[in-house]
């Protein structure tokens, strides 16, 4: 894809990188050598492995093509452009955003289809997507209400004759967030769309937020049966999308979803993982579906948080430079994976844990056993890298000796 950006470069705004003389752009220093531990970036920092996320990103395209699903990977993880080319040359059908700022930004940055997983209900938003719509941009949004088709309607009331907007109506289920709570409801707003000049494509849903797998499961089978009342009922065109997936479930929707079950349609099964590229040491490692399918695949944690030891004030405790500022802590605090020593020797470590952060101190709990030292080194893996990116605008991509080789950089 084509990015509409200025030439970036590094300099005293990019946290967690210690360049102060001056910029440097990013192309000459990814391609200058450094090593992570040698100078050009002080602590903590947040660096991402290349190796891991290409194998992320070719194991997902894999998974997708076995079970003959469409790919779009939800770009609200990083959304940093090297990583959402990596996942468009792998194959992925489009990019899932969660608003419309991040739609307007994956246009700027040349991405040809988003799909918004979210109602779009803003009249400006609304308007300017018609607009480049007009001109060639794919973009499809969610609607789960009548009175979400009479907003979209009433923005578009001016708007001269062109390619229609597209739509999947939501299915969600009692208790969850957005979405028609039966699969009438869904009939129901189908219905309405056929009065504006809004096209119906099919449904989605989201089951991340159901309790387990029997949950997922029987709401994944509603959402089947919405999607074959909508084509019977002759509400949808040729060609209907059905889309679901976070990054927990993934293995289900293939259960539920795949196959050729819609007959006299063209069935386009999207999923819409977005996690997995970098995936983590917590929330997702714990999750991941290819836990329950390990034939089918792996995901490696591409994300390391450096931090350095500040003090050791008494016994058991050691005080790290880190804090809710560099770590997500919503889903699980930072797990300690090594130790690096002033002297460069590093070494692997168990029994460490973290038990609370401030703003930018890390409260570590350290076992009798081990010994740390101001000045020391302690890389953590992350847990949930949807709240990582947001906190780091600027991460060095390093090889697996730690050499920096590029930079990767989010817009938000």
Same mark, same amino acid.
């Given at each position: $894809?084509?990015?509409?950006?200025?030439?970036?470069?590094?300099?005293?705004?990019?946290?967690?990188? !210690?360049?102060?003389?001056?910029?440097?752009?990013?192309?000459?220093?990814?391609?200058?050598?450094?090593? &992570?531990?040698?100078?050009?970036?002080?602590?903590?920092?947040?660096?991402?492995?290349?190796?891991?996320?290409?194998? +992320?990103?070719?194991? $997902?395209?894999?998974?997708?093509?076995?079970?003959?699903?469409?790919?779009?990977?939800?770009?609200?993880?990083? $959304?940093?452009?090297?990583?959402?080319?990596?996942?468009?040359?792998?194959?992925?059908?489009?990019?899932?955003?969660?608003?419309? +700022?991040?739609?307007?930004?994956?246009?700027?940055?040349?991405?040809?289809?988003?799909?918004?997983?979210?109602?779009?209900?803003?009249?400006?938003?609304?308007? =300017?997507?018609?607009?480049?719509?007009?001109?060639?941009?794919?973009?499809?949004?969610?609607?789960?209400?009548?009175?979400?088709?009479?907003?979209?309607?009433?923005?578009?009331?001016?708007?001269?004759?062109?390619?229609?907007?597209?739509?999947?109506?939501?299915? @969600?289920?009692?208790?969850?967030?957005?979405?028609?709570?039966?699969?009438?409801?869904?009939?129901?707003?189908?219905?309405?769309?056929?009065?504006? *000049?809004?096209?119906?494509?099919?449904?989605?849903?989201?089951?991340?937020?159901?309790?387990?797998?029997?949950?997922?499961?029987?709401?994944?089978?509603?959402?089947?049966?919405?999607?074959?009342?909508?084509?019977?009922?002759?509400?949808?065109?040729?060609?209907?999308?059905?889309?679901?997936?976070?990054?927990? =479930?993934?293995? &289900?929707?293939?259960?539920?979803?795949?196959?050729? =079950?819609?007959?006299?349609?063209?069935?386009?099964?999207?999923?819409?993982?977005?996690?997995?590229?970098?995936?983590?040491?917590?929330?997702?490692?714990?999750?991941?579906?290819?836990?329950?399918?390990? @034939? *089918?695949?792996?995901?490696?944690?591409?994300?390391?948080? =450096?931090?350095?030891?500040?003090?050791?004030?008494?016994?058991?405790?050691?005080?790290?430079?880190?804090?809710?500022?560099?770590?997500?802590?919503?889903?699980?605090?930072?797990?300690?994976?090594?130790?690096?020593?002033?002297?460069?020797?590093?070494?692997?470590?168990?029994? $460490?844990?973290?038990?609370?952060?401030?703003?930018?101190?890390?409260?570590?709990?350290?076992?009798?056993?081990?010994?740390?030292?101001?000045?020391?080194?302690?890389?953590?893996?992350?847990?949930?890298?949807?709240?990582?990116?947001?906190? !780091?605008?600027?991460?060095?991509?390093?090889?697996?000796?730690?050499?920096?080789?590029?930079?990767?950089?989010?817009?938000?």
């Amino acid at each position: $894809m084509r990015h509409q950006l200025d030439e970036p470069a590094l300099d005293w705004r990019a946290k967690g990188f !210690w360049q102060p003389d001056g910029p440097v752009p990013d192309a000459a220093f990814g391609a200058a050598g450094h090593s &992570l531990f040698g100078g050009a970036v002080t602590w903590p920092v947040l660096a991402v492995r290349r190796s891991a996320v290409a194998h +992320n990103v070719a194991t $997902m395209a894999e998974f997708c093509a076995r079970h003959g699903f469409s790919f779009a990977p939800h770009g609200k993880t990083s $959304m940093a452009p090297s990583l959402l080319d990596a996942q468009l040359s792998a194959g992925a059908w489009a990019i899932t955003v969660a608003t419309s +700022n991040q739609a307007l930004a994956c246009r700027a940055l040349g991405v040809p289809r988003v799909l918004l997983a979210n109602e779009l209900l803003d009249p400006e938003p609304l308007r =300017w997507l018609a607009r480049e719509v007009d001109r060639g941009f794919e973009a499809l949004f969610f609607v789960d209400s009548v009175a979400g088709v009479e907003v979209i309607g009433a923005a578009l009331a001016d708007r001269p004759a062109g390619a229609p907007l597209r739509v999947l109506v939501e299915l @969600g289920f009692p208790g969850g967030r957005t979405g028609c709570r039966t699969v009438e409801q869904v009939v129901e707003v189908a219905e309405a769309l056929a009065a504006t *000049q809004v096209r119906l494509d099919g449904v989605a849903g989201y089951e991340g937020g159901l309790p387990d797998g029997a949950a997922v499961s029987a709401y994944l089978r509603r959402l089947r049966t919405a999607a074959t009342e909508l084509a019977h009922r002759g509400l949808v065109g040729p060609e209907v999308i059905v889309s679901a997936g976070g990054s927990a =479930w993934f293995d &289900l929707v293939a259960e539920e979803l795949g196959g050729a =079950w819609l007959t006299g349609h063209d069935l386009r099964v999207v999923l819409r993982s977005g996690a997995y590229v970098t995936h983590d040491h917590g929330f997702y490692a714990a999750h991941t579906p290819f836990r329950r399918i390990p @034939g *089918q695949g792996r995901l490696d944690a591409a994300l390391e948080l =450096w931090a350095q030891v500040t003090s050791t004030p008494e016994p058991g405790l050691a005080i790290v430079g880190m804090g809710k500022r560099d770590a997500p802590y919503d889903e699980g605090l930072p797990v300690p994976l090594r130790i690096r020593r002033r002297s460069g020797v590093e070494h692997a470590v168990t029994g $460490m844990t973290v038990s609370r952060l401030n703003d930018h101190h890390g409260y570590l709990s350290v076992p009798p056993d081990v010994e740390l030292y101001p000045g020391d080194l302690v890389c953590f893996g992350i847990s949930h890298p949807c709240t990582a990116f947001d906190k !780091w605008r600027v991460l060095p991509v390093v090889d697996d000796d730690h050499t920096i080789v590029d930079l990767l950089r989010t817009y938000f």
